[in-house]
C-alpha cells in the first residue's frame, strides 16, 4: 500500500515530464503498469454494496428454487382438476388459495387457475378448468438448483446479477475493490474531479490517506523518488503523461489539465482498475454511423470524440480536444496508432461518455 508522503513537485534539477525521451507505445505502457498494479484483496460485502465490483468467487445457487405464481389465479395440484369443466366442476379437496405473479405457491400446489376457473363462494370448492402441471407458474427447480452457478468469478457485479442472486438464497458476495489516491497540488481541481467520477464509475474506492494500491498523482511534473517506466504516451491528447513506481508501488502521473485527465481516465484507468480487479477491462459500446470521416495521424493512439445526433455520429476532435468539444460529446472512439481513421457512413462501436 502507498503510504510515501511524497509532494508532486519536480526536484531540482529534475527533468519535468514534457522533456523526458521518446513517447511509448500506449499498450507497452498499460502493460507495463498494470503488471505492477497489486492485486486487491476480496472482501465480503452485501450484495446491494458490490454493485459494479468485479467477483472474487463465483455466485452459486444455495437454496432450491421454490415453486412461484406467473399470473394471478387460484394455487392448486394440477392432479386435483382432471377432468374439470365448466360443466363438469371438479372438487377440490382443501380450498384454493389466491395468489399473483411472484408469490411462493402453498405446498402440494403447481399450477395457477384463472380467476374464473374456480368456484369457492357456494358449495364445496371446485374447479371449472383442468390445468397442468406448471400451467401459470414456475415449478420447483426451473429457475435454479442448489450449485448453480449464477454469475462467474473476474466479472462485473451488476444489478441484474444482484436479483437473481438473492432470489437464489444469497447474501453476500466475495469481490476485489482496488482503493485509488489522488495526490498534487490541484487534486481539488475540475480535472481531479473528472478522475475520481470515472474511477468510481469503475468500481474503485478513492481514499485520502496511504493506504492504497495505485497514486495518481496530478502535476505538470515528475515526484521525487519517481522510478518511470515510461515518461511520455504515444497517444493524444495523453502525451505527457508518465507511469512508473515509487518504492515499489504504482504511480501515474497526469497533468491536471481537463483532457489529459479525460485521456488518463478513458485509457489508462479501465485497464489499470481492471488489473487490480482480476477483471477484464471491457468497456460497454454502442454500434453507431459516423456523419462524418474521422481523420488520424499513423503512429499515435488517438481519443476521438463523438456526439450523437439525428443524422449519426458526429465527431467534435480527434486527438486535440478542446473543451468545446468535450461539452457537445457523448461517445468516444479510441483510434489505434496504425489507423487512419473512418470514412463517413463506417459502422464504428462506440463507447458511451455520458
Same mark, same amino acid.
Given at each position: 500500500?502507498?503510504?510515501?508522503?511524497?509532494?508532486?513537485?519536480?526536484?531540482?534539477?529534475?527533468?519535468?515530464?514534457?522533456?523526458?525521451?521518446?513517447?511509448?507505445?500506449?499498450?507497452?505502457?498499460?502493460?507495463?503498469?498494470?503488471?505492477?498494479?497489486?492485486?486487491?484483496?476480496?472482501?465480503?460485502?452485501?450484495?446491494?454494496?458490490?454493485?459494479?465490483?468485479?467477483?472474487?468467487?463465483?455466485?452459486?445457487?444455495?437454496?432450491?428454487?421454490?415453486?412461484?405464481?406467473?399470473?394471478?389465479?387460484?394455487?392448486?395440484?394440477?392432479?386435483?382438476?382432471?377432468?374439470?369443466?365448466?360443466?363438469?366442476?371438479?372438487?377440490?379437496?382443501?380450498?384454493?388459495?389466491?395468489?399473483?405473479?411472484?408469490?411462493?405457491?402453498?405446498?402440494?400446489?403447481?399450477?395457477? /387457475?384463472?380467476?374464473?376457473?374456480?368456484?369457492?363462494?357456494?358449495?364445496?370448492?371446485?374447479?371449472?378448468?383442468?390445468?397442468?402441471?406448471?400451467?401459470?407458474?414456475?415449478?420447483?427447480?426451473?429457475?435454479?438448483?442448489?450449485?448453480?452457478?449464477?454469475?462467474?468469478?473476474?466479472?462485473?457485479?451488476?444489478?441484474?446479477?444482484?436479483?437473481?442472486?438473492?432470489?437464489?438464497?444469497?447474501?453476500?458476495?466475495?469481490?476485489?475493490?482496488?482503493?485509488?489516491?489522488?495526490?498534487?497540488?490541484?487534486?481539488?481541481?475540475?480535472?481531479? $474531479?473528472?478522475?475520481?467520477?470515472?474511477?468510481?464509475?469503475?468500481?474503485?474506492?478513492?481514499?485520502?490517506?496511504?493506504?492504497?494500491? /495505485?497514486?495518481?498523482?496530478?502535476?505538470?511534473?515528475?515526484?521525487?523518488?519517481?522510478?518511470?517506466?515510461?515518461?511520455?504516451?504515444?497517444?493524444?491528447?495523453?502525451?505527457?503523461?508518465?507511469?512508473?513506481?515509487?518504492?515499489?508501488?504504482?504511480?501515474?502521473?497526469?497533468?491536471?489539465?481537463?483532457?489529459?485527465?479525460?485521456?488518463?481516465?478513458?485509457?489508462?484507468?479501465?485497464?489499470?482498475?481492471?488489473?487490480?480487479?482480476?477483471?477484464?477491462?471491457?468497456?460497454?459500446?454502442?454500434?453507431?454511423?459516423?456523419?462524418?470521416?474521422?481523420?488520424?495521424?499513423?503512429?499515435?493512439?488517438?481519443?476521438?470524440? /463523438?456526439?450523437?445526433?439525428?443524422?449519426?455520429?458526429?465527431?467534435?476532435?480527434?486527438?486535440?480536444?478542446?473543451?468545446?468539444?468535450?461539452?457537445?460529446?457523448?461517445?468516444?472512439?479510441?483510434?489505434?496508432?496504425?489507423?487512419?481513421?473512418?470514412?463517413?457512413?463506417?459502422?464504428? $462501436?462506440?463507447?458511451?461518455?455520458?
Amino acid at each position: 500500500m502507498i503510504r510515501t508522503p511524497f509532494r508532486p513537485r519536480a526536484a531540482r534539477g529534475a527533468p519535468g515530464i514534457l522533456s523526458g525521451p521518446a513517447l511509448t507505445p500506449l499498450n507497452l505502457a498499460v502493460e507495463r503498469l498494470a503488471a505492477a498494479c497489486p492485486l486487491a484483496p476480496v472482501e465480503e460485502l452485501p450484495l446491494a454494496e458490490a454493485v459494479g465490483l468485479v467477483l472474487a468467487e463465483r455466485l452459486v445457487a444455495e437454496v432450491r428454487s421454490h415453486p412461484v405464481a406467473l399470473r394471478a389465479g387460484w394455487a392448486v395440484a394440477a392432479g386435483d382438476t382432471s377432468g374439470a369443466s365448466p360443466y363438469g366442476p371438479v372438487p377440490i379437496g382443501s380450498p384454493p388459495i389466491w395468489v399473483v405473479p411472484g408469490d411462493r405457491l402453498p405446498e402440494g400446489a403447481d399450477a395457477v /387457475l384463472p380467476p374464473d376457473a374456480a368456484v369457492t363462494l357456494a358449495g364445496p370448492p371446485a374447479a371449472l378448468a383442468e390445468a397442468a402441471p406448471g400451467e401459470g407458474a414456475r415449478r420447483q427447480g426451473e429457475d435454479a438448483v442448489p450449485g448453480t452457478v449464477l454469475a462467474p468469478a473476474g466479472t462485473p457485479l451488476d444489478a441484474l446479477d444482484v436479483a437473481v442472486a438473492r432470489e437464489a438464497g444469497l447474501a453476500t458476495a466475495r469481490v476485489r475493490r482496488p482503493y485509488l489516491r489522488l495526490l498534487g497540488d490541484t487534486a481539488g481541481g475540475a480535472a481531479a $474531479d473528472l478522475v475520481r467520477a470515472r474511477a468510481r464509475a469503475l468500481g474503485a474506492v478513492i481514499r485520502d490517506d496511504g493506504d492504497a494500491a /495505485l497514486a495518481i498523482v496530478l502535476s505538470g511534473s515528475a515526484p521525487p523518488g519517481f522510478e518511470p517506466f515510461f515518461t511520455g504516451l504515444a497517444l493524444r491528447p495523453g502525451e505527457p503523461i508518465a507511469g512508473g513506481l515509487i518504492e515499489g508501488r504504482p504511480v501515474l502521473v497526469v497533468p491536471p489539465r481537463v483532457e489529459t485527465a479525460l485521456a488518463a481516465a478513458l485509457v489508462l484507468l479501465p485497464a489499470l482498475i481492471a488489473a487490480m480487479s482480476g477483471g477484464r477491462a471491457e468497456p460497454r459500446a454502442e454500434r453507431g454511423t459516423l456523419a462524418r470521416k474521422i481523420a488520424s495521424q499513423v503512429g499515435l493512439a488517438e481519443i476521438a470524440l /463523438l456526439s450523437a445526433t439525428e443524422g449519426g455520429l458526429e465527431p467534435t476532435a480527434v486527438g486535440d480536444l478542446s473543451l468545446a468539444a468535450m461539452a457537445r460529446a457523448t461517445h468516444f472512439l479510441l483510434l489505434g496508432p496504425e489507423s487512419e481513421g473512418f470514412p463517413a457512413g463506417s459502422t464504428v $462501436d462506440a463507447v458511451p461518455l455520458r
